[in-house]
């Protein structure tokens, strides 16, 4: 796996996950408003990190695999 694509990928749902952030205010605008910054970089920063997560569950650091033939050795 190379390192450029796997960080690339994951900078992409963080920022996908931030995002998504912005759904809220169209959803309940009522909780959630452009002028209530601080909310909504609570909502964004926590939207990011579980599309994060999400990511390193799916694709792990790149050579933390290990292999059987790694076990043994």
């Known amino acids: 796996m190379n390192w450029r694509n796997w960080l690339r990928g994951l900078v992409?749902?963080?920022?996908?996950?931030?995002?998504?952030?912005?759904?809220?205010?169209?959803?309940?605008?009522?909780?959630?408003?452009?002028?209530?910054?601080a909310e909504l970089g609570r909502v964004a920063a926590a939207l990011g990190l579980l599309g994060a997560a999400a990511y390193l569950k799916q694709s792990p650091l790149p050579g933390s695999r290990r292999t059987r033939t790694d076990v043994h050795s």
């Open 12 to 37: 992409a749902v963080i920022i996908s996950g931030a995002a998504n952030a912005i759904v809220l205010v169209i959803a309940a605008p009522e909780k959630f408003s452009f002028s209530d910054f």
